[in-house]
């Protein structure tokens, strides 16, 4: 997902997503998967992320959701909008192998494009990086494919250092951290 522009960081409580915002999660993703590929921007692919496996994460309680504000309380029960998401993981061997240090890992940081430029995306890797500190971890990490320069630059201007690699045959992926000592702005 490409950068937002720098704003100070909004403040965010997200809640965790139910099964009724799998859709919502997973159109999120869809639209952002477009907005990438209409731009030449490499990061996720169309269509990469299946609806079961989202399911699957939710039920597991891996997602959390912002909701738009303006949508919640639809009547008849319809699923209520999304303005972000972002999916915290305690371990992560897909991407860091058997490294077993304790960490917090974010994945699915999403920011509606409606919503760009609001500071969403800096407010949920604050939260995270709060999350990992109520955990007692030591480390946030995350990633993102070496063919999108500006994402990194992005993290990298959070704080995070890369440390690493993973080869996955048809791409590659920066493996980027940061010490929870304190803000991950910091």
């Known amino acids: 997902m490409p950068p937002e522009p720098s704003t100070p960081s909004a403040r965010v409580t997200p809640v965790p997503a139910q099964p009724g915002d799998v859709d919502a999660i997973h159109a999120l993703r869809r639209s952002l998967e477009d907005w990438m590929a209409d731009r030449g921007v490499v990061q996720w692919p169309r269509g990469s992320l299946p609806r079961e496996r989202v399911a699957t994460q939710v039920a597991a309680g891996e997602w959390w959701v912002v909701p738009d504000g303006a949508d919640d309380g639809r009547p008849g ?3 209520r909008a999304l303005a972000a998401t972002v999916r915290l993981l305690r371990a992560d061997p897909d991407f860091w192998g058997d490294d077993t ?11 509606d494009r409606r ?12 939260w995270a ?7 007692g971890v030591g480390l946030i990490r995350l990633d993102c494919r ?3 320069p ?6 990298e201007g959070r704080g995070f250092r ?4 993973r080869d996955f045959g ?4 920066v493996l980027l951290e940061q010490p929870l000592g304190g803000d991950a702005g910091s």
Do not use: I
């Not at 240090?101 to 999403?110: C, D, K, N, R, S």
């Not at 890369?162 to 690699?165: K, M």
């Open 129 to 135: 990086a709060a999350q990992g500190r109520d955990a």
């Open 170 to 173: 048809t791409h590659v992926n």
């Open 115 to 126: 919503r760009s430029g609001d500071g969403l995306g800096a407010a949920l890797l604050d």
């Open 77 to 79: 029960g319809s699923a």
């Open 162 to 165: 890369a440390v690493g690699e």
């Open 146 to 148: 070496t063919s999108n």
């Open 101 to 111: 240090t304790p960490a917090v890992y974010v994945h699915g940081l999403m920011v």
């Open 150 to 155: 500006a994402l990194r630059r992005y993290y």
